[in-house]
């Protein structure tokens, strides 16, 4: 059974529609990767999984063990984190909040979660700086494991390697391929069709034609040369 | 006569020491919330609110109403809700929406002042809630209570939900997918923000409100790194100035409200010069 199911889903806002009839399932331990143009839809589609905003019409639904609330998010930087005064600590912790219902304060079972994922992502001697002094890449990481310690199935990553420099893009990389190569399923948003066709197994493209299978079939298919023909000129 | 002395006897006076009181507790509420507003930009709208709540309060005294707290506590925590939610997808954007509300009330305010006033003061009545003047140094043992009630609600309120309402500033949508319920938060910062403002007029009158709010979370903004440090700080830092406010007014004869902004504006420069020190 699936993790994700996304049947018959049409996506848009303020009543415009941008994309329809979109099927497709995600399996436990899969890496997907969501590819298309700017304004194809990727960020609503995402948003859309998250329950952030609802469907124009058909369904997104879990499984597999998997509660919508299980999905652990990295989101893109918002302006109001870029001066934000708290540790590594704090946000890490923030992400076992879910967990917490309307208990006020963190277990020590959720305070052992955070340090463990601090040390899972490498950035133990971060834990009490300032995150706004971090580089972009040590707040990628920041975030990641605040994502992980909302999930032990799904990470859902909205383009998790903009504004980093191409060192610390692939490590960002590598380090999501462990957490799948762990056993978390992934789900990713990018424009680096580098990378998907590296890391992922199956590939969803959206647009004026809509793909989804796995890697190979991707690469087969119309859209796939398409796609990967004009990257290369 | 020593300063202490001079102090002793001003202490022997009730409504002095009513002051004293309701002027921490109104500084220690509008300080823990300003961490989480001047960081979710809505840095302004706690001056929107207090004009809003300035036109309620003319419209309660020109509609003779015994207790305006029953008509100008409801009409702030309604425009106060109005404003949060309208930050998001609104037609007119919050700034303009804060703006425009603003004005609004403290026309229609004034306005409803001067036609149907009573008093045969009126710019010094206008005057008084506009800066706060005197109505501090002029409270009922009642109305101290209801502030003291209504802090320890604030409070109690802020510290029970702490986690939250940093989750919740720092990353809404993260917040919203893993399952905390954001709009709700919002809609109690929205109501005691609110309530923070109706009983701050009486300190320093509603124009000079959103300096209590923001100032000391930005002083301490300026030195501290960690969210959990930055309220702390502010809550102390708003309450000593507070009180250093209120002393230096009642010895040397300085309106209350002005007093505590300048204090608090001192203390802001003061931390500037920390934080630039310490980088």
Not at chain 2, 113 to 136: H, P, Q, R, W
Not at chain 2, 170 to 175: R, T
Request: hydrophobic share 50%; net charge positive.
């Amino acid at each position: 059974m699936a993790q994700l199911s996304v049947n018959n889903l049409s996506l848009g806002y303020d009543g415009k529609e941008i994309l329809n009839g979109l099927s497709f399932q995600v399996t436990a331990g899969s890496y997907l990767c969501i590819l298309g143009e700017n304004g194809s839809g990727k960020s609503t589609l995402m948003r859309t999984i998250l329950g952030l905003q609802s469907p124009l019409s058909g369904e997104v639904s879990t499984g597999d063990g998997l509660i919508q609330n299980e999905i652990g998010y990295l989101p893109q930087q918002t302006a109001v984190q870029k001066d934000f005064p708290a540790t590594v600590w704090e946000i890490v912790l923030s992400g076992c909040q879910g967990r917490c219902g309307l208990r006020p304060f963190y277990r020590r079972e959720e305070k052992q979660l955070a340090a463990e994922n601090i040390r899972r992502m490498g950035i133990t001697e971060l834990r009490n700086r300032c995150y706004r002094e971090l580089s972009g890449g040590q707040q990628q990481r920041v975030l990641l494991a605040r994502a992980l310690c909302a999930t032990r199935k799904m990470l859902l990553l909205d383009e998790p390697v903009s504004g980093l420099d191409p060192k610390v893009t692939g490590e960002m990389y590598r380090l999501i391929d462990t957490l799948n190569k762990d056993g978390i399923t992934v789900i990713m948003i990018s424009h680096d069709m580098e990378a998907a066709l590296r890391y992922a197994t199956h590939i969803l493209h959206i647009g004026k034609t809509v793909f989804f299978g796995t890697k190979q079939q991707y690469l087969e298919s119309s859209a796939g040369k398409a796609f990967t023909g004009k990257e290369e000129m | 006569m020593s300063l202490m002395d001079n102090l002793k006897m001003y202490f022997q006076y009730p409504f002095v020491r009513y002051a004293m009181i309701v002027g921490i507790l109104i500084a220690l509420c509008s300080s823990l919330l300003g961490v989480t507003l001047v960081l979710k930009r809505f840095s302004f709208i706690g001056d929107g609110l207090s004009h809003v709540a300035f036109g309620a309060m003319a419209v309660a005294g020109v509609t003779g109403l015994s207790n305006e707290m029953i008509l100008v506590m409801p009409v702030t925590i309604l425009c106060a809700v109005l404003l949060l939610r309208s930050g998001q997808n609104a037609k007119i954007k919050g700034d303009a929406a804060v703006a425009m509300i603003s004005v609004g009330a403290l026309a229609v305010g004034y306005m409803l002042m001067n036609l149907f006033s009573t008093s045969s003061n009126i710019s010094a009545d206008v005057c008084s809630t506009l800066f706060g003047a005197t109505s501090i140094l002029t409270l009922t043992l009642t109305e101290v209570w209801v502030c003291a009630v209504l802090s320890v609600i604030v409070a109690a309120a802020f510290l029970f939900f702490y986690n939250k309402i940093f989750c919740v500033t720092f990353d809404e949508n993260f917040a919203r997918a893993t399952g905390i319920k954001a709009d709700v938060y919002n809609l109690l910062v929205a109501i005691i923000i609110a309530v923070i403002i109706v009983l701050a007029m009486n300190l320093v009158g509603s124009l000079l409100i959103s300096a209590l709010i923001i100032f000391p979370a930005l002083s301490s903004m300026r030195v501290y790194k960690s969210f959990r440090a930055v309220t702390i700080c502010s809550a102390c830092l708003s309450v000593f100035c507070t009180a250093v406010g209120i002393l230096i007014s009642i010895l040397s004869g300085t309106p209350v409200g002005s007093t505590i902004v300048a204090i608090d504006m001192a203390a802001f420069i003061i931390f500037s010069l920390a934080g630039a020190v310490r980088r």
